[in-house]
């Protein structure tokens, strides 16, 4: 080959190579430019800042805006200002729900496939259940703290309490976190948990030995936040701060002066409350008029069957829950006044879940339900006191139950535990930059916790990648939102799209408007049920000999998702002996016989007749 | 929930209106008690059986006996029964009330340093001088108190009425009248009875604080009050008149577990100048006692109390000191209905 030649060749490849790398570089200048080029969501030249506000144990229609009577003022104007959607699914507990929020996809494959305090023997070890955030996911905050957000949380992680899985540790540069699921909401720090007697708490990633002498979660989680907020907002970076309440999560704890802030409010029992909250969201359009709201529970009594002392007493439950969720409430509004303050509100995204359907299991029972065991000696020693004015103190553990539990989920279905729609469904509203439709109430998007990360990523213009800092992790599975929070579409699912669930074996699938579930009994059959949620939110009618088709779609869906997470149904769960736990079935009817006309006398009246002189009441 | 159970828990709570259940024991020489003026529920019943061990030494100072004649320069000793009865109702449907009455009984040993005494004092027959001793025994004028709650306690009819019951501030009026028809010999100087009319007006207060509940209740307590004394006409055939006394009794109570509480007790009196045919003898009373009580329930209707006190403040010559030892039994009717739906025994 001659000199000529050789050169000739050598300019062909240096063009050539020239040319890959120019389409290389510009390639990859594309993809970063994709990966990295904001949307045109936030204030002019500035990312938005992200404010995620999870509450614990909310109930579905507990906020003014999704029909409560509770006085919540500063979220029912952030509803006002933004958007609410009324399908939102989350898990039936907490820390699996957590999970999926700050991964993006499935708990099963997140490492909360059960929860750490119930997982099943077959289950320990394997993929999927390590009990803690796994390192087969990132989290949002990892993402987006790499790509130049600040990234805060205060309040409740329940997602591991090694070094390696904390907060800090899982991407947020400062934090204030209680690691375990509940406990006191005061300073003695006892947790439900006998394993572990005092909640750990952490700051910045350290131990935190000592509260404050008036620490209350939901205050001083409140104060960390806008601390963190204040602290880091001289270099101009945006923020993601996850302000994760453990309001109002049992036992139900109040500052002395909230105490007796609903003071005889649910006098008036569960029954008439929940017909008056049914009623409020069918007005304000968060259910349709003429929907089937499920039955009371079967073992629960009507309220009018109960003395008015008892209605008072059990009233006073809900008084503090109520109480709990004003508070946080109130909160909430110093965190917004504060963002005002500092001209941050309106580029600020704010996204408010609950992060399960309401409590109405009863977690001291199941804490301390085996007498001699540890367990019972914790509560004896640190949460016995259930005493009627004490309730709400330090010291003492209330929970509101079963009945109070159904008022907080209306119209749906069971509550917290189970993946019924009473179990699963969370308020959500979202305002901000980048969110159309100030006001609306949207009923048509079918819509996942999962879908949070991809949704806050896009919007923050980050890129999720199938590896993190060398390892390989899991893709999301949620569904971005910014198309429907723009107004361009009405959900981020199709039709065909579907969510699936399992929880401590009960399981569901969700597609369009149909659901299939299965659910250990009492609450079940122990077989797949169909119902169809657009006229049956209550999940009373199954519809399963009627739409076999259908019913079978769906089953095999379950099949799928089964197979895709690598779900294992556990050898045991702490529902299979659910109905030995509960209470006999109430035998009154509701108004069988209808001539008897019991509910229409006056209380006075007939407890004066039955004891045949004043003082009997 | 089992809604069986939470209705027992709540008629239970009546039983808690037993440990609020609690007798002033209006006699001049003792205080009225802690808790004292706590409201039971409407239609509850109360007695009270006192055993009370007075001891009182008098130098050159004024003090009075259990019958209340005035003894400068005395030692005196006496053992007292008080059986008391109270019912608490509900005056007009509006006013948590209780309506007691008392009885007194007992004995009483003086002795009197005649040297020093004022010739009133002494008996017919008794040299200055000679040593002197007298005992008297049987019943006290009976009394009948009336208390009514006048600011912070609302009507306790219902279970509900006690359920929704959390008292900060309660504000009472109390009047007693007792009657003179307990033992009295106009020849000797110690009696039980007094041969007059007397009573006392009271305006008892408290403050509660923390929750209401047993277990964890305290309360500061303080009732002013005021005792008027009619004449009596045959004092060792003189006629014996009195000042008023005033009075100030406080109590500072808590609740140690949920059938125990104990009580810091403070009396204090102060008047009660005598005049014997319309000449003033002696000086006024000026004496403050202070004390303790516990109190433990020992079933739902039964509770026992024991307390003593001794005066450590006012006149330095007199010097008294109290030990008392209580029975009280209260029941209601539908706590007693309540125990046959249990299964309980009485």
Partial sequence: ?617 | MNPRQTFMDVLARMTLAAIFVSLSSPAVAVDDGARAYWKARDGAHVVSAQYLFLDMQASDSEMFDPSHFILPNSETEANLFLGSYAYHFTLFDRRPSVIAFNLLGGSADVDIDTNVVQSQFLPPGVARGASFSQSASGWGDPTVQLDVNLFGTPPLISTVDLVNYEPTWTVDAAIMLALPVGEYDSDRLVNIGQNRLYGRFALPMKFHFGPFDAGHMTSIELTPSVWIFGENDDFLGQRLENDPLWQAEAHVTHDFTRSFYGSLDLLYRRGFESEINGVSVGDELDVGNVGLTLNFQVTDNFVMRAGYSSNVIGDDNLDNSVFRIQFVYGWHRLMENLKKLRGQKH
């Avoid at chain 1, 494959?109 to 394997?126: D, F, H, S, V, Y």
């Avoid at chain 1, 977690?363 to 259930?386: C, I, K, P, T, Y």
């Avoid at chain 1, 039709?495 to 408007?513: H, T």
Wanted: with cysteine.
């Fill in chain 1, 1 to 617: 080959m001659g000199l000529s030649m050789k050169l000739s060749r050598m300019r062909s490849f240096a063009k050539t190579g020239f040319a890959m790398i120019l389409t290389l570089v510009l390639a990859l200048g594309a993809i970063q430019a994709k990966a990295d080029k904001p949307l045109q969501i936030g204030q002019k030249n500035k990312r938005p800042n992200f404010l995620l506000i999870v509450a614990d144990d909310l109930g579905y229609s507990d906020l003014g805006s999704y029909g409560g009577e509770i006085n919540t003022p500063v979220l029912d104007k952030l509803a006002q200002e933004g958007v609410r959607f009324t399908d939102f699914y989350v898990s039936p507990t907490c820390s699996v729900t957590r999970s999926m929020l700050l991964s993006g996809t499935d708990n099963h494959i997140a490492g909360l496939g059960n929860m750490a305090e119930l997982t099943a023997p077959n289950q320990i070890g394997k993929p999927g259940y390590e009990g803690v955030l796994n390192k087969r996911v990132t989290s949002v905050a990892s993402l987006l703290h790499d790509n130049g957000y600040h990234t805060y949380m205060s309040g409740k992680w329940h997602l591991g309490l090694k070094p390696d899985q904390i907060p800090h540790a899982r991407g947020f540069e400062r934090d204030f976190s209680t690691l375990v699921g509940g406990g006191s909401h005061f300073d003695d720090r006892w947790n439900v948990e006998w394993q572990i007697p005092k909640m750990p708490y952490t700051e910045d990633g350290k131990p935190v030995d000592e509260l404050p002498k008036d620490f209350y979660s939901t205050k001083n989680y409140t104060d960390k936040i806008l601390q963190f907020i204040e602290e880091g907002r001289g270099d101009g970076k945006p923020f993601f701060a996850y302000l994760t309440y453990t309001a109002p999560h049992g036992p139900l704890h109040l500052p002395d002066d909230w105490l007796r802030r609903y003071k005889n409010r649910y006098d008036e029992g569960w029954d008439a409350i929940r017909k008056q909250r049914l009623s409020r969201m069918q007005k304000i359009g968060i259910v349709d008029k003429g929907v089937n709201a499920a039955d009371r529970l079967y073992f629960l009594p009507r309220s009018t069957a109960l003395t008015p002392a008892v209605r008072v007493m059990q009233g006073r439950k809900m008084e503090l829950y109520a109480g709990m969720v004003e508070y946080m409430d109130d909160q909430i509004g110093r965190v917004f006044n504060y963002l005002k303050r500092i001209g941050e509100f309106e580029n600020t995204v704010i996204i408010f879940i609950s992060d399960n359907g309401a409590e109405g299991n009863d977690l001291r029972a199941m804490v301390a339900g085996q007498v001699g065991s540890f367990g019972f000696l914790h509560a004896m020693n640190n949460f016995a006191e259930d005493a009627h004015n004490s309730l709400g103190r330090k010291g003492t553990y209330a929970e509101y139950g079963p009945a109070w539990a159904q008022v907080s989920m209306v119209p749906f279905r069971i509550f917290k535990g189970w993946v019924s729609e009473g179990g699963t469904r969370s308020p959500l509203i979202i305002r901000g930059p980048g969110v159309q439709g100030a006001g609306g109430i949207n009923k048509k998007a079918i819509l996942h916790v999962m879908d949070i990360v991809p949704t806050v990523l896009e919007m923050a213009g980050v890129h999720h990648s199938s590896t993190y800092r060398g390892r390989k992790v899991a893709s999301v599975q949620g569904k971005s939102w910014v198309e429907m929070l723009a107004g361009s579409t009405h959900s981020p699912r199709t039709s065909k799209d579907w969510l699936g669930w399992e929880l401590f074996n009960n399981r569901a699938i969700r597609q369009g408007d149909w659901k299939i579930s299965w659910l250990y009994r009492p609450f079940g059959t122990e077989d797949w049920q169909l119902f169809n949620l657009t006229n049956d939110p209550g999940e009373q009618n199954d519809l399963s000999d009627r739409y076999p088709e259908k019913k079978r779609e769906l089953v095999a869906l379950w099949d799928e998702y089964m197979k895709k997470n690598g779900v294992i149904i556990g050898v045991r769960s702490p529902f299979q002996g659910a109905r030995k736990g509960l209470p006999d079935p109430v035998q009154q009817s509701d108004s069988y016989p209808p001539f008897r006309g019991l509910e229409a006398l006056p209380y006075k009246k007939l407890i004066e007749m039955m004891s045949g002189k004043k003082g009997g009441k």
